[in-house]
């Protein structure tokens, strides 16, 4: 090519859940991230960050459109969706032609309308820029991958780790292979194969020995092979009731389908030989309190799963307060519950005022009753925090108003909007300090490893809730059987397998 490419960049990042939630609207992404037009280029970090330092790195020009991301939730409105999508397209066909489109998506956004969100987006990004042009485009390692994103992308790529610390260089693999194939250097050629597995987080960590980490690193090693471009795998976000989700893995091969179809088929067999070893171990709430008041010292995490925000629940959730008021009221604890009322209440009773809240569930009543509690209000904030690391490395996240309220030697942290955890920003921003705590309520299946690494112990909490560490608890309906976990053999089952047309 004889001038230097011209690359559109943006995207939609954001994952949701069908079972709970607060649903996400164009608020949620004003008060996370939402960068128009050049706005997007001032991006430092994350996958945005990556994409834009390998583009200039090369020698591109990226001409960018919108990017939002935001905390997980319900499903994103329609008129969020439609506003989102509208300005993205708008953009694209304003910056005229392009060599190349490179999409930062999650892979797990629905909308109220929408069962594929970023099927959709690519399906219409395809059509605007015609079949030429190449178009790849970033997912989580949760993304529910269909066979429209197949169909409508040349390179799709996932997240390496889990926890999520390869957004950056995922976001730079990502501009790389879209440069490699619009110089012709390449020709991509995409399989992705799925078995009807669904399970929770809690087994799905990338390091250690666990059946996920043995998975990636499998797929991984691939990529050492000539003529493979690259490989992904998939835990799909099971919090998601669509038709046909399920996990595997994803091979880019340079102009070899057989081969692709071939290797991601044996991933996603791989996968389902590992189910078992991804279903978690739990305890109810009050069998966790009482088996870490028999560990010596702290903190032990109660691993609230069930309440993931990061998985979309609304943080609403009490369970591990009841336990921890009813069995150990004295013990040092912290816990944060997402109750809007409570904070407004507590604002208005102010610093050091005793109140009497009915805390919990109000977001999201589907999935529990509140808990009385009576306490005094310790400290009052903004709720502004800023993250480091990750996904949204220096972005402020926003818990709205918040509030400190003791109740005997459990400290809440109240707060207004829910918030994607990542290493304990929320309890540090409040002066919160897990050192000191016996318990720890953490309300995510993984990055407590991260934040906590000095923890005791960590107890996974069978509790109700849109984000459950097994999805036996979950109702599907739209998902249809049979899948692993209600299935445990099914006969005949082959992967799925989708492929690029090539
Ligand atoms: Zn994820």
Same mark, same amino acid.
């Given at each position: 090519?004889?001038?230097?490419?011209?690359?559109?960049?943006?995207g939609?990042?954001?994952?949701?859940?069908?079972?709970?939630?607060?649903?996400?609207?164009?608020?949620?992404?004003?008060?996370?991230?939402?960068? %128009?037009g050049?706005?997007?280029?001032?991006? *430092?970090?994350?996958?945005?960050?990556?994409?834009?330092d390998?583009?200039?790195?090369?020698?591109?020009?990226?001409?960018?459109?919108?990017f939002?991301?935001?905390?997980?939730?319900?499903?994103?409105?329609?008129?969020?969706?439609?506003?989102?999508? %509208?300005?993205?397209?708008?953009?694209?066909?304003?910056?005229?032609?392009?060599?190349?489109?490179?999409?930062?998506?999650?892979?797990?956004?629905?909308?109220?309308?929408?069962?594929?969100?970023?099927?959709?987006?690519?399906? %219409?990004?395809?059509?605007?820029?015609?079949?030429e042009?190449?178009?790849?485009a970033?997912?989580?390692?949760?993304?529910?991958?269909?066979?429209?994103?197949?169909?409508?992308?040349d390179?799709?790529?996932?997240?390496?780790?889990?926890?999520?610390?390869?957004?950056?260089?995922?976001?730079r693999?990502?501009?790389?292979?879209?440069?490699? &194939?619009?110089?012709?250097?390449?020709?991509?050629?995409?399989?992705?194969?799925?078995?009807?597995?669904?399970?929770?987080?809690?087994?799905?960590?990338?390091?250690g020995?666990?059946?996920?980490?043995?998975?990636?690193?499998?797929?991984?090693?691939?990529?050492?092979?000539?003529?493979?471009?690259?490989?992904?795998?998939?835990?799909?976000?099971?919090?998601?009731? *669509?038709?046909?989700?399920?996990?595997?893995?994803?091979?880019?091969?340079?102009?070899?389908?057989?081969?692709?179809?071939?290797?991601?088929?044996?991933?996603?067999?791989?996968y389902?030989?590992? %189910?078992?070893?991804?279903?978690?171990?739990?305890?109810?709430?009050?069998?966790?309190?009482?088996?870490?008041?028999?560990?010596?010292?702290?903190?032990?995490?109660?691993?609230?799963?069930?309440?993931?925000?990061?998985?979309?629940a609304?943080?609403?959730g009490?369970?591990?307060? !009841? !336990?921890?008021?009813?069995?150990?009221?004295?013990?040092?604890?912290?816990?944060?519950v997402?109750?809007?009322?409570?904070?407004?209440?507590?604002?208005?009773?102010?610093?050091?005022?005793?109140?009497?809240?009915?805390?919990?569930?109000?977001?999201?009543?589907?999935?529990?009753?509140?808990?009385?509690?009576?306490?005094?209000?310790?400290?009052?904030?903004?709720g502004?925090?800023?993250?480091?690391?990750?996904?949204?490395?220096?972005?402020?996240?926003?818990?709205?108003?918040?509030?400190?309220? *003791?109740?005997?030697?459990?400290r809440?942290?109240?707060?207004?909007?829910?918030?994607?955890e990542?290493?304990g920003?929320?309890?540090?921003?409040?002066?919160l300090? !897990?050192?000191?705590?016996?318990?720890?309520?953490?309300?995510?299946?993984?990055?407590?490893?991260?934040?906590?690494?000095?923890?005791? &112990?960590?107890?996974?909490?069978?509790s109700p809730?849109?984000?459950?560490?097994s999805?036996?608890?979950?109702?599907?309906?739209?998902?249809?059987?049979?899948?692993?976990?209600?299935?445990?053999?099914?006969?005949?089952?082959?992967?799925?397998?989708?492929?690029?047309?090539?």
């Amino acid at each position: 090519m004889a001038s230097a490419p011209r690359i559109a960049v943006g995207g939609i990042l954001t994952e949701c859940n069908d079972f709970g939630g607060v649903p996400i609207d164009l608020e949620a992404f004003e008060r996370f991230e939402l960068r %128009r037009g050049d706005e997007v280029l001032g991006a *430092r970090s994350g996958v945005m960050g990556g994409m834009l330092d390998a583009l200039s790195g090369r020698g591109a020009t990226a001409a960018p459109l919108l990017f939002g991301s935001t905390s997980p939730g319900g499903p994103v409105t329609t008129e969020c969706y439609e506003a989102l999508r %509208r300005e993205l397209l708008d953009r694209l066909r304003a910056v005229g032609p392009v060599d190349g489109v490179l999409l930062a998506l999650h892979g797990a956004a629905v909308a109220e309308t929408v069962d594929d969100v970023e099927g959709d987006l690519l399906e %219409r990004v395809r059509g605007l820029v015609g079949p030429e042009v190449r178009v790849v485009a970033t997912l989580d390692l949760h993304a529910h991958v269909t066979g429209e994103m197949v169909r409508f992308a040349d390179g799709l790529l996932g997240w390496e780790t889990y926890p999520h610390v390869d957004t950056y260089t995922t976001g730079r693999r990502g501009a790389d292979l879209l440069l490699d &194939a619009v110089s012709g250097s390449v020709r991509p050629c995409m399989a992705l194969a799925k078995v009807p597995v669904l399970t929770g987080a809690v087994n799905g960590s990338t390091e250690g020995d666990g059946p996920f980490a043995t998975l990636m690193r499998r797929a991984k090693a691939l990529e050492a092979r000539p003529g493979v471009l690259s490989t992904s795998m998939f835990l799909v976000n099971p919090f998601l009731d *669509r038709p046909g989700m399920g996990s595997g893995g994803l091979v880019i091969t340079d102009g070899d389908p057989d081969t692709a179809r071939r290797e991601a088929a044996a991933l996603a067999a791989e996968y389902w030989e590992r %189910r078992h070893d991804l279903e978690p171990e739990m305890s109810s709430p009050r069998d966790a309190v009482r088996a870490g008041l028999g560990i010596e010292g702290g903190p032990v995490l109660l691993l609230e799963t069930a309440d993931a925000c990061g998985g979309g629940a609304a943080g609403d959730g009490v369970a591990c307060v !009841a !336990a921890l008021i009813e069995l150990a009221p004295d013990a040092p604890s912290m816990a944060p519950v997402v109750d809007p009322d409570a904070a407004a209440a507590c604002h208005a009773a102010g610093a050091g005022a005793p109140v009497d809240l009915r805390l919990g569930h109000r977001v999201d009543p589907r999935w529990g009753e509140p808990v009385e509690i009576s306490g005094v209000v310790e400290t009052l904030g903004a709720g502004r925090f800023a993250y480091r690391g990750g996904i949204w490395e220096g972005t402020v996240g926003e818990m709205g108003p918040t509030a400190v309220v *003791r109740a005997g030697g459990l400290r809440i942290l109240v707060s207004t909007h829910p918030t994607y955890e990542w290493q304990g920003e929320q309890f540090e921003s409040v002066g919160l300090d !897990a050192d000191g705590a016996k318990f720890v309520v953490v309300k995510n299946p993984m990055n407590y490893r991260i934040a906590y690494p000095g923890a005791r &112990a960590a107890i996974v909490v069978d509790s109700p809730g849109p984000t459950p560490a097994s999805c036996r608890a979950l109702p599907y309906v739209r998902m249809a059987r049979p899948f692993f976990p209600f299935d445990d053999d099914i006969k005949g089952l082959q992967p799925e397998v989708f492929a690029s047309s090539e």
